[in-house]
């Protein structure tokens, strides 16, 4: 039988895209170095590892970030093409398939990118070049993804995306790739930005709103929208019908200042929180349109933690109720207060009923903290300290 048609099977191939998946996540800050393009957020490599564990537990893609959604879009259309049993000729036939799938769904295609790595592996594929061809003809390809990196950012280095997608492709060939780091890049110009990463779910879009926005991608799933974009305003997260936010990413920020913001359940929290003078939300909506999630550190009941799986906050989750008043001690709040008095409420909030005796708090972030009348200087994370409870009762 020619090797174009014997078959293979659809099992073997999902066991094997989940074998190499571990092996992936030795090259993900390598990825994530070179990440200048659509944003330079530096979490490509991280994103796409993102998408491949979900595929660990759920046996298909589910995207994080630009290159994420595209791979998500591409990985299921192939598997959703192929029957139990396929030839080489009918997997080139998913992969052009599943290209189209791409194509239709991004809103400002670019070539240069992990979709140009894409389509370079069909055309290889209708040459009926073998995996070790293929890999050298993507390798050549991601090299000159340089030149369109700086039309596009003006960076000297080959784009992240296509590089993940090379790399996932040399380990599904059972070796460890060969890349001269010295290929890929010259030195990146790092500059400070504030871009959210936002994946959303709707019922519905306008056309016309969605072209303003960056990075664009949009696919169908069942009787909802899936939308990813950059925007620097959060606000754009809530301007849906329906939406549903599945997550946003925060970029890493050199922020050097931090405002104390409480999440609150009832009216009654949060004026006994503002009197504190922190400042209070009680919502997803409420963080978009009132703070900025670059510049706050919120404190947050252990019993609402799930707000983190949607957006990733910097916090301190909490939850018995001396911590929040160590905390509060310890972030040198001036304005004066009883301690008996907001520790018996905030044991109330916090729903302790037996604290123990003694028990460490452990601060998750490190950053200074301005002083004023809602700002405060802030201790150095992942220090631990001890409170006692005959120091705060």
Same mark, same amino acid.
């Given at each position: 039988m020619?090797?174009?048609?014997?078959?293979?099977?659809?099992?073997e191939?999902i066991?094997k895209?989940? =074998?190499?998946?571990p092996?992936?996540?030795?090259?993900?800050?390598l990825?994530?170095?070179?990440n200048v393009?659509?944003?330079a957020?530096k979490?490509?490599?991280?994103?796409?590892?993102l998408?491949?564990?979900?595929f660990?537990?759920?046996?298909?893609f589910? !995207?994080f970030?630009n290159?994420?959604?595209?791979?998500?879009?591409?990985?299921n259309?192939l598997?959703?093409?192929? !029957?139990?049993?396929f030839?080489?000729?009918?997997?080139?036939?998913?992969?052009?398939s =599943?290209?189209?799938?791409?194509e239709?769904?991004?809103?400002?295609?670019?070539e !240069?990118?992990?979709?140009?790595?894409?389509?370079?592996?069909?055309?290889?594929?209708?040459?009926?070049?073998?995996?070790?061809?293929?890999?050298?003809? +993507?390798?050549q390809?991601?090299?000159?993804?340089?030149?369109?990196?700086?039309?596009?950012?003006?960076?000297?280095?080959?784009?992240? !995306?296509a590089?993940?997608? +090379?790399i996932?492709?040399?380990l599904?060939?059972?070796?460890?790739?060969?890349i001269?780091?010295k290929?890929?890049?010259?030195p990146? %110009?790092?500059?400070?930005?504030?871009?959210?990463?936002?994946n959303?779910?709707?019922?519905?879009?306008?056309e016309e709103?969605?072209?303003?926005?960056?990075?664009v991608?949009?696919?169908?799933?069942h009787?909802?929208?899936?939308?990813?974009?950059?925007?620097?305003?959060l606000?754009? =997260? +809530?301007?849906?019908n329906?939406?549903?936010?599945?997550?946003?990413?925060?970029?890493?920020?050199?922020?050097?200042?931090?405002?104390?913001?409480?999440?609150?359940?009832n009216e009654?929290?949060?004026?006994f929180?503002?009197n504190l003078?922190?400042e209070?939300?009680?919502?997803?909506?409420?963080?978009?349109?009132?703070t900025?999630p670059l510049?706050?550190?919120?404190?947050?009941?252990?019993r609402?933690?799930?707000i983190? %799986?949607?957006?990733?906050?910097d916090?301190?989750?909490?939850?018995?109720?001396?911590?929040?008043? =160590?905390?509060l001690?310890?972030?040198s709040?001036k304005?004066?207060?009883?301690?008996?008095?907001i520790?018996?409420?905030?044991?109330?909030?916090?729903?302790?009923?037996?604290?123990?005796?003694?028990?460490?708090v452990?601060?998750?972030?490190?950053r200074k903290?301005?002083?004023d009348s809602?700002?405060f200087p802030?201790?150095?994370?992942?220090e631990?300290?001890?409170?006692?409870k005959?120091?705060?009762?």
């Amino acid at each position: 039988m020619a090797p174009e048609q014997e078959e293979l099977s659809k099992q073997e191939l999902i066991n094997k895209i989940k =074998a190499i998946i571990p092996e992936f996540k030795e090259y993900v800050n390598l990825i994530n170095s070179i990440n200048v393009f659509p944003i330079a957020d530096k979490d490509t490599g991280t994103n796409i590892y993102l998408t491949l564990k979900k595929f660990l537990e759920l046996n298909r893609f589910e !995207g994080f970030g630009n290159s994420g959604n595209i791979l998500e879009i591409f990985g299921n259309s192939l598997l959703n093409n192929l !029957g139990e049993k396929f030839t080489i000729k009918q997997l080139t036939s998913a992969i052009k398939s =599943a290209i189209s799938e791409v194509e239709k769904s991004i809103l400002n295609l670019k070539e !240069g990118t992990i979709y140009t790595a894409m389509k370079r592996l069909y055309a290889s594929l209708i040459q009926n070049k073998n995996l070790n061809e293929i890999i050298i003809g +993507l390798y050549q390809q991601v090299l000159e993804s340089k030149e369109y990196m700086k039309d596009y950012t003006n960076q000297d280095v080959v784009d992240s !995306g296509a590089l993940g997608f +090379l790399i996932f492709l040399w380990l599904f060939n059972n070796k460890k790739p060969e890349i001269n780091f010295k290929d890929l890049q010259k030195p990146i %110009d790092k500059k400070d930005f504030e871009v959210y990463c936002i994946n959303i779910t709707c019922t519905d879009y306008e056309e016309e709103k969605i072209k303003t926005l960056d990075s664009v991608i949009i696919h169908k799933t069942h009787n909802e929208y899936k939308i990813h974009f950059h925007s620097p305003d959060l606000k754009s =997260a +809530l301007e849906f019908n329906n939406p549903k936010i599945l997550k946003i990413t925060l970029p890493e920020s050199n922020q050097k200042k931090t405002k104390i913001c409480y999440f609150c359940e009832n009216e009654e929290e949060k004026e006994f929180f503002s009197n504190l003078g922190l400042e209070t939300v009680s919502s997803i909506e409420e963080i978009i349109l009132k703070t900025n999630p670059l510049q706050t550190l919120y404190i947050i009941p252990e019993r609402k933690k799930e707000i983190l %799986d949607l957006i990733n906050l910097d916090a301190i989750i909490i939850q018995k109720s001396e911590e929040v008043l =160590a905390l509060l001690e310890v972030i040198s709040l001036k304005t004066e207060f009883d301690k008996d008095e907001i520790n018996n409420k905030l044991k109330k909030y916090a729903l302790v009923e037996n604290p123990s005796e003694e028990h460490e708090v452990i601060f998750k972030i490190s950053r200074k903290v301005k002083e004023d009348s809602v700002y405060f200087p802030f201790l150095h994370c992942k220090e631990k300290f001890l409170v006692k409870k005959k120091d705060v009762s």
